[in-house]
């Protein structure tokens, strides 16, 4: 059977493509490896408590993503208040900033050095911005930049900050200065997506979405197919031919007009056969990405702080974030005389953290979130552990050289598109990775649904 279109990955990307395909008619079939849909914004549950992976809000000023959210889930779709800190030197920040609540946790003195250092890079700003480093210094100036957003990035990162392109800032936190800070403490004037006071979110976490999704493609006719890996891609004169699948044991062929992928690009590349040129096949296995892994600890407290989540820039500790899941919403716990909270480690995959066995993690989690002040350890009556690969695409430097080789040659291969935060390596947010889908599925829709002359 030779399929319309395949599409390899059931994240939002994926699912969106074949949500707008399935509305105009066409079937394609879905091909995921993980055993739920989602990607990493897919719920996890372990013992009936629901584990958000990797903490999603649902945010969007695209009116057709808010609207389609909505129409998927209905009551289902919780609006939640946004209450999230920044954990630094024993103190709990309030982010966004809040004048009176920064003043009276860094005191007037230190308070008085970050707007001073501000207004020094204000003064005399890096004339070229290269880097993360320069991009913050330049909008929050260097005492601001070393206290707060250097160590924290450079947890994420594992990088120094100084070899993290400017443009990961400017795609990430743009909008935000110092003034932009400021003016919304004092005036409630920020504007900036990290600004946000309140967002959307599913009554059982980020999965319910996709799943969602996934009963409404197929019931219009498309078919997602988990537990099924591509492991190559069959080319034959600038065309995917024919795709081979492994699921359990088994290989498949899998044969479509068009393909759209949401594949990590550096495994996409490896799997194309014949095998692209070798400056293609180097500039993809030098993509590098971030993973992570969420330590999820079931706390016999009902309330330990009202965060959704709280950013850790203490370099006394190696978690990067902790989620409180039940500020999320409630129905994410099943008894409420308890919490469940999600410790994030950012690492590379192989390393240290990585590779260290399930008990020790939850050991190491329990231990940090005591030395936070958070929860006794004694408290903790539960844990488990969930590992994220290829969560991040850095932006390492050169890697837009890079990307850009890979871009060239994926432009000589006619029914191929490539979508979403790893088919395109950039740090999409959920709505951004719908759209992706959205328009690569509308380009295959164009030529059918294009009036004649």
Not at 233 to 242: A, D
Not at 381 to 387: A, S
Not at 394 to 418: F, H, P, S
Request: glycine share 8%; hydrophobic share 40%; net charge neutral.
């Amino acid at each position: 059977m030779r399929h319309t279109t395949v599409i390899i990955g059931a994240g939002p990307a994926g699912l969106s493509a074949a949500y707008e395909l399935t509305t105009q008619g066409i079937q394609p079939v879905v091909l995921e490896q993980a055993d739920k849909v989602g990607g990493i914004a897919r719920t996890e549950v372990y013992k009936d408590y629901r584990f958000d992976i990797g903490g999603h809000r649902f945010f969007s000023r695209d009116q057709g993503v808010q609207h389609l959210w909505q129409q998927m889930l209905g009551s289902d779709f919780l609006t939640v208040p946004r209450l999230s800190r920044i954990s630094y030197d024993g103190h709990l920040l309030h982010y966004p900033l809040e004048f009176s609540n920064a003043l009276s946790n860094l005191g007037v003195v230190e308070s008085t050095r970050i707007v001073l250092s501000y207004l020094k890079a204000r003064l005399w700003p890096h004339r070229k911005e290269n880097t993360f480093e320069h991009w913050v210094t330049n909008r929050l100036g260097r005492r601001l930049y070393e206290s707060f957003f250097r160590p924290y990035t450079e947890k994420v990162w594992g990088i120094p900050c100084t070899e993290i392109e400017a443009d990961w800032a400017a795609q990430r936190i743009q909008g935000l200065s110092l003034r932009t800070a400021l003016a919304n403490a004092l005036f409630g004037a920020g504007t900036a997506d990290t600004l946000i006071s309140e967002f959307q979110y599913p009554v059982l976490g980020p999965g319910m979405m996709w799943e969602r999704f996934r009963e409404v493609v197929e019931s219009l006719g498309a078919e997602v197919r988990l537990r099924t890996k591509v492991v190559q891609l069959e080319m034959q004169r600038h065309r995917v031919e024919t795709v081979v699948a492994r699921r359990d044991q088994n290989e498949v062929k899998i044969a479509g007009e068009h393909y759209i992928s949401s594949m990590p690009l550096n495994e996409l590349l490896a799997a194309i056969s014949p095998p692209p040129p070798e400056d293609v096949l180097e500039a993809a296995r030098r993509l590098r990405y971030r993973a992570f892994v969420l330590v999820g600890l079931i706390v016999d407290r009902a309330d330990l702080f009202p965060d959704h989540w709280i950013y850790v820039h203490n370099p006394d500790v190696r978690v990067g974030r902790l989620q409180n899941f039940k500020n999320w919403s409630a129905a994410m716990v099943p008894d409420q005389g308890k919490t469940s909270l999600g410790l994030e480690y950012f690492c590379d995959e192989g390393d240290e953290t990585w590779a260290m066995p399930g008990r020790q993690l939850i050991d190491l989690a329990t231990a940090e979130l005591a030395r936070l002040g958070l929860a006794d350890s004694g408290q903790v009556v539960g844990g488990v552990v969930f590992r994220q690969p290829k969560a991040y695409p850095v932006y390492d430097r050169g890697y837009r050289e890079r990307l850009q080789v890979i871009q060239r040659y994926l432009a000589t291969v006619d029914n191929l598109q490539t979508i979403g935060r790893s088919g395109t390596h950039r740090y999409n947010n959920m709505d951004h990775s719908m759209l992706s889908g959205i328009a690569a599925a509308r380009k295959l829709l164009a030529p059918a649904t294009e009036p004649a002359p």
